[in-house]
């Protein structure tokens, strides 16, 4: 709750004027100037004065000492009514004594060193309690000496117009301030943003080198699939290439090898050092194979698609006919690398199946020799052949055999038989059991002069299985020789064009406005990046 202070009400007189006593006082004080304005006669000392308040004497006319007791109490309870502190009473008066004034309580400390302008709450003056005499004597160790701002805050009551000044004054200095750090702003970024997009955009537009670009596609497929015996299924495989083989190719192609081959066949250096090309893509022709194979990989661009299989490629050259040209050439070279690459495949199976069937036919070819050689040593050409003719004849001659004994028991049933024609029939018995019995020596027992037809057969019949025998291994390794070979012809990689390689009428490189703007984005991130690190970093060290 705020009371509103009652001033006190002074009789003023109404009659004269106010100038009058002031030009007393101006005659008084300087007296020199009486002739410049109407002459007032000289004030003395005793001579009583008229200041504006009447009968009622000035409150400070005659010194602090001798103020009237009811201000004094009027001022003290105004004092009272700030709501001070003990600390802060103390201080004042200690201040008050330091300042030489002998007041009567706290609040009339405050009261003095106010009507001599002194705050008593301010830092230096607290500060000024301790002289340096009694810091010594303390022994207290110098403190560093504060520092008092010079503008202390006024506490003057701005009028509207005063604030409204104030206010203006203010916004302009922000907006000064405002401006100060845009142009700043707009400094830096010309210097580390529009500067470098300049050069880089005045390289693109005038004096970058126009490039020309071929493009192909090629896809690496194998030969299809062809039928073969039972074997042949283990040797299967897909109708396209690997991913392995689409890779390797183009790994030879992005290599040092391929860019050598290309400088030796077209001259990929040579074309490079020509004076039309810029410095910056310009080859000395004295350069080595490392600056050359570092423009090899920006010029040559070769991507791989595994979902269809498919190389893409681009060349780039400084005109349009020697950019097909090259392409051209590294297709010609992938080519060679594709057949290369199952040579040794085709090569193993191919070499494994031919020996095997060259050594069947060796072996077949001795079995062979073999039985030609017992054919010709026993003189039989087949021992079954013979067995049987042999059989024959012991059957044969068995049936007579056995005739001629049923002719002699016939001769001997008669009472008086022909003796002669017994003994002839007993001669003929005679005859046909030894010549069976000589048959029947040839099949089984062997002399010193000839060989049993059993030895013989046996002979024979191990040699024509082990002729049959070599015969049907040749037979399986012919089978097996030819499908290697269908194999073989199956492994062959090619390459199949899906794009030829067309030179272009217009240049492809650079693209300027492109080229222009990644630059611009480029050197915006590097700097805002950097200026953010350099805020971080100021914060840091300030807090």
Same mark, same amino acid.
């Given at each position: 709750?705020?009371?509103?202070?009652?001033?006190?009400?002074?009789?003023?007189?109404?009659?004269?004027?106010?100038?009058?006593?002031?030009?007393?006082?101006?005659?008084?004080?300087?007296?020199?100037?009486?002739?410049?304005?109407?002459?007032?006669?000289?004030?003395?000392?005793?001579?009583?004065?008229?200041?504006?308040?009447?009968?009622?004497?000035?409150?400070?006319?005659?010194?602090?000492?001798?103020?009237?007791?009811?201000?004094?109490?009027?001022?003290?309870?105004?004092?009272?009514?700030?709501?001070?502190?003990?600390?802060?009473?103390?201080?004042?008066?200690?201040?008050?004594?330091?300042?030489?004034?002998?007041?009567?309580?706290?609040?009339?400390?405050?009261?003095?060193?106010?009507?001599?302008?002194?705050?008593?709450?301010?830092?230096?003056?607290?500060?000024?309690l301790i002289s340096p005499e009694d810091k010594a004597k303390a022994g207290t160790p110098n403190l560093p000496k504060t520092t008092t701002p010079e503008h202390l805050p006024s506490k003057e009551v701005l009028s509207e117009d005063g604030r409204g000044r104030e206010i203006f004054r203010i916004q302009q200095d922000i907006a000064k301030r405002r401006r100060r750090k845009l142009l700043q702003l707009v400094a830096r970024l010309s210097i580390f943003v529009f500067l470098p997009t300049l050069i880089v955009g005045?390289?693109?537009?005038?004096?970058?080198?126009?490039?020309?670009?071929?493009?192909?596609?090629?896809?690496?497929?194998?030969?299809?699939?062809?039928?073969?015996?039972?074997?042949?299924?283990?040797?299967?495989?897909?109708?396209?290439?690997?991913?392995?083989?689409?890779?390797?190719?183009?790994?030879?192609?992005?290599?040092?090898?391929?860019?050598?081959?290309?400088?030796?066949?077209?001259?990929?250096?040579?074309?490079?050092?020509?004076?039309?090309?810029?410095?910056?893509?310009?080859?000395?022709?004295?350069?080595?194979?490392?600056?050359?194979?570092?423009?090899?990989?920006?010029?040559?661009?070769?991507?791989?698609?595994?979902?269809?299989?498919?190389?893409?490629?681009?060349?780039?050259?400084?005109?349009?006919?020697? !950019?097909?040209?090259?392409?051209?050439?590294?297709? &010609?070279? @992938?080519? $060679?690398? *594709?057949?290369? =690459?199952?040579? #040794? %495949?085709?090569?193993?199976?191919?070499?494994?199946?031919?020996? !095997?069937?060259?050594?069947?036919?060796?072996?077949? &070819?001795? @079995?062979? $020799?073999? *039985?030609?050689? =017992?054919?010709? #040593? %026993?003189?039989?050409?087949?021992?079954?052949?013979?067995?049987?003719?042999?059989?024959?004849?012991?059957?044969?001659?068995?049936?007579?055999?056995?005739?001629?004994?049923?002719?002699?028991?016939? %001769?001997?049933?008669?009472?008086?038989?022909?003796?002669?024609?017994?003994?002839?029939?007993?001669?003929?018995?005679?005859?046909?059991?030894?010549?069976?019995?000589?048959?029947?020596?040839?099949?089984?027992?062997?002399?010193?002069?000839?060989?049993?037809?059993?030895?013989?057969?046996?002979?024979?019949?191990?040699?024509?299985?082990?002729?049959?025998?070599?015969?049907?291994?040749?037979?399986?390794?012919?089978?097996?020789?030819?499908?290697?070979?269908?194999?073989?012809?199956?492994?062959?990689?090619?390459?199949?064009?899906?794009?030829?390689?067309?030179?272009?009428?217009?240049?492809?490189?650079?693209?300027?406005?492109?080229?222009?703007?990644?630059?611009?984005?480029?050197?915006?991130?590097?700097?805002?990046?950097?200026?953010?690190?350099?805020?971080?970093?100021?914060?840091?060290?300030?807090?």
């Amino acid at each position: 709750m705020t009371t509103k202070p009652k001033a006190k009400k002074y009789r003023v007189r109404r009659s004269g004027s106010l100038s009058e006593p002031l030009n007393k006082l101006k005659a008084a004080v300087n007296p020199s100037r009486g002739d410049s304005g109407p002459t007032h006669p000289a004030l003395d000392e005793n001579t009583p004065t008229e200041d504006g308040f009447g009968d009622q004497p000035y409150p400070t006319a005659n010194g602090p000492d001798k103020t009237p007791s009811k201000s004094v109490s009027a001022e003290i309870d105004s004092i009272k009514k700030e709501g001070l502190t003990g600390r802060q009473l103390r201080m004042a008066r200690r201040i008050a004594q330091k300042n030489g004034l002998v007041p009567t309580s706290d609040y009339d400390a405050i009261r003095l060193l106010r009507q001599k302008r002194i705050d008593p709450f301010q830092r230096s003056n607290m500060l000024e309690l301790i002289s340096p005499e009694d810091k010594a004597k303390a022994g207290t160790p110098n403190l560093p000496k504060t520092t008092t701002p010079e503008h202390l805050p006024s506490k003057e009551v701005l009028s509207e117009d005063g604030r409204g000044r104030e206010i203006f004054r203010i916004q302009q200095d922000i907006a000064k301030r405002r401006r100060r750090k845009l142009l700043q702003l707009v400094a830096r970024l010309s210097i580390f943003v529009f500067l470098p997009t300049l050069i880089v955009g005045f390289y693109y537009y005038v004096v970058a080198t126009p490039l020309y670009a071929t493009k192909s596609e090629f896809l690496i497929q194998q030969a299809d699939a062809q039928g073969g015996g039972s074997l042949g299924g283990l040797f299967s495989g897909t109708g396209f290439a690997t991913s392995q083989d689409s890779i390797t190719v183009q790994s030879y192609l992005k290599s040092r090898e391929a860019m050598l081959r290309l400088d030796s066949d077209i001259g990929f250096k040579s074309h490079f050092s020509q004076d039309f090309v810029d410095p910056l893509q310009r080859l000395e022709t004295d350069s080595t194979n490392e600056e050359a194979y570092r423009l090899y990989q920006k010029l040559v661009k070769i991507g791989y698609d595994p979902t269809e299989g498919i190389v893409k490629m681009e060349v780039i050259a400084a005109d349009s006919a020697t !950019s097909a040209l090259f392409s051209r050439a590294l297709i &010609k070279y @992938a080519e $060679e690398q *594709v057949d290369n =690459l199952t040579q #040794r %495949l085709r090569g193993d199976q191919m070499r494994g199946s031919r020996e !095997s069937f060259q050594d069947a036919e060796f072996k077949m &070819k001795a @079995a062979q $020799e073999r *039985v030609l050689a =017992l054919q010709e #040593r %026993l003189g039989v050409i087949d021992a079954v052949s013979e067995t049987s003719a042999v059989m024959s004849q012991v059957t044969n001659f068995e049936i007579q055999l056995q005739e001629k004994r049923l002719q002699l028991q016939q %001769l001997l049933d008669n009472q008086s038989p022909n003796q002669a024609r017994v003994d002839g029939v007993q001669g003929d018995i005679t005859r046909l059991s030894s010549l069976i019995a000589e048959l029947r020596a040839q099949l089984t027992s062997s002399g010193s002069d000839s060989t049993s037809l059993a030895r013989i057969s046996g002979e024979l019949r191990m040699a024509e299985v082990d002729l049959e025998t070599r015969q049907a291994m040749m037979q399986q390794s012919l089978q097996q020789l030819e499908t290697a070979r269908i194999e073989a012809n199956r492994q062959v990689r090619y390459l199949s064009l899906g794009v030829s390689p067309t030179p272009p009428d217009e240049p492809t490189y650079p693209r300027a406005f492109e080229n222009t703007l990644v630059a611009f984005f480029i050197f915006s991130g590097i700097y805002l990046m950097t200026a953010l690190t350099a805020s971080i970093l100021r914060e840091q060290v300030l807090s």
